[in-house]
């Protein structure tokens, strides 16, 4: 039975094809083209669907979702809507777009961030990039993407325009650190007169800066929004993916991070950290810093303090990373040193510590992968089920990547390349950004990484998967990553 009540796929090359080319026709047969009636929005209803809305613990049973062009018009129990056409869901599980708070999609060649010095240059890296961002991102249910360290900006307005797929991406631009910081990716022996002419990859790219003092930390932080950035990326400490910078260090110094959350505000929007410790944190909370990254040494004093701000400050729980790999010597990625993996080590034995007193004192919560170059990038929804293993319940884990995402990217303010509608939730005035399951996430949070159990993706309006239908239907979608040859396949 066609589960489409109306034959309809609003997706890519048919619709616009179609679209220009009756424009076209209009255009040439008739003088009166512009008096002619204006369009009607395209509108779809979703019928027989259980929704998780971002933040409940429990589904809404029996609902309806009425989508209009590319955002949500009504949702209820009974619909009228006399020209949509109807999605029959047969009581799956509808939920917003995963939203993916920590991710850096320029940094993702094979060998990891140092490669960029010696194999790929930025050409590869925007190629490698857009596969992840189309096949390990949206074509699995992760609809936006919070880039916090590298510039996609390009790529973000190339999707925007529609001349690309991807997900929604909000970018912090290049992360801001001080020489020998988290974000100075150069070889050891690289001299500063070669650094200052920015011959370095990472650097020559913007995918990170390498600043030092107010004055370069200014410069900085005003081209990433020039560029385009929706928020500020500062290292606030030590890093374990780095070469120079032991986790126990501080990172900017206080009057280097005050200039860049002078200028973010003066902007309207927030600053982001890395930062792993207690002084680190609090260093970094006084200085009115807002997203917290990482943090997992941090004890249950600095988590009270987070706690009693609410929704003032955010901590952002990069999971799989720190529990799964970070924890385990071997584990760890092949490029990384031996003194990487020790740092990797210290990280993996604090993460669940942490993750445990940020969900006994309630602080405020989003979940981001930090899952970057191969095969880690392909694992991305781990993250999410890694929450659980961590001590959130299955409801918790999804909130910290749709609902409490949402909010949380709203704080970019005039400064939030999409600021329409809401995001990471199914309600009145949200992007239509929607996916249906088989089964019921809540109860059982690895169905997740089944892909043949997400039946349906749709992002801004658009079908990107359509599995309801029998695969020789017209309508029909599937999210198949496509063939690829050589020594790294993807």
Not at 254 to 279: M, P, S
Not at 435 to 458: T, V
Request: charged share 20%.
């Amino acid at each position: 039975m066609n589960k489409f009540k109306r034959g309809w796929f609003p997706v890519l090359t048919g619709l616009l094809f179609a679209v220009t080319s009756a424009i076209a026709i209009a255009a040439s047969s008739s003088e009166q083209a512009e008096q002619t009636e204006e369009k009607k929005p395209t509108q779809v209803l979703f019928t027989n669907v259980n929704i998780f809305d971002g933040f409940a613990g429990t589904l809404q049973d029996g609902m309806s979702v009425l989508v209009e062009d590319n955002f949500i018009k009504e949702v209820g129990k009974s619909i009228t809507a006399p020209d949509a056409i109807v999605v029959d869901g047969e009581g799956r599980t509808m939920m917003p777009g995963l939203i993916d708070m920590h991710q850096h999609v320029m940094l993702n060649p094979p060998e990891g961030t140092a490669s960029y010095q010696t194999r790929w240059d930025d050409a590869a890296g925007g190629a490698f990039a857009h596969h992840h961002l189309m096949n390990n991102m949206l074509l699995k249910g992760i609809t936006t993407v919070r880039d916090i360290a590298g510039d996609p900006l390009d790529v973000a307005k190339a999707i925007d325009m529609g001349q690309l797929p991807g997900p929604r991406i909000y970018s912090a631009g290049g992360a801001i650190s001080q020489t020998g910081g988290h974000g100075d990716w150069a070889g050891r022996n690289v001299p500063p007169e070669i650094l200052g002419n920015h011959i370095d990859m990472s650097q020559r790219t913007q995918n990170t800066w390498v600043v030092d003092g107010p004055d370069e930390v200014t410069k900085a932080v005003r081209l990433n929004f020039r560029r385009g950035a929706a928020f500020i990326k500062v290292m606030g400490g030590g890093g374990v993916a780095s070469e120079f910078d032991p986790l126990e260090i501080m990172g900017l110094a206080a009057d280097e991070v005050a200039r860049a959350v002078e200028i973010a505000a003066d902007n309207g929007t927030y600053v982001a950290t890395h930062a792993y410790h207690d002084k680190s944190y609090n260093r970094l909370l006084d200085l009115g810093v807002r997203s917290f990254e990482h943090g997992f040494l941090v004890t249950e004093p600095t988590v009270e303090r987070m706690a009693a701000m609410g929704q003032e400050v955010v901590w952002s729980f990069q999971c799989f990373m720190s529990v799964n790999t970070f924890g385990d010597y071997d584990a760890m990625p092949g490029f990384f040193t031996h003194e990487q993996k020790v740092k990797g080590v210290a990280v993996g034995k604090g993460a669940r510590n942490a993750a445990m007193l940020m969900n006994k004192h309630n602080v405020f919560t989003i979940g981001g992968s930090d899952m970057f170059g191969l095969p880690f990038v392909a694992q991305i929804k781990e993250d999410i089920t890694c929450n659980v293993d961590a001590g959130y319940t299955p409801a918790q884990a999804l909130k910290h990547w749709t609902g409490n995402a949402g909010i949380v990217l709203k704080w970019s303010g005039p400064k939030d390349p999409y600021p329409t509608y809401e995001l990471g939730t199914i309600k009145e005035g949200a992007y239509a950004d929607l996916l249906l399951w088989d089964g019921n996430p809540l109860e059982d949070i690895k169905l997740i990484l089944d892909e043949d159990k997400l039946r349906f993706i749709m992002k801004d309006g658009l079908v990107y998967k359509n599995t309801i239908v029998e695969g020789d239907h017209p309508y029909f979608r599937p999210a198949k990553a496509p063939l690829t040859r050589g020594q790294y396949p993807l």
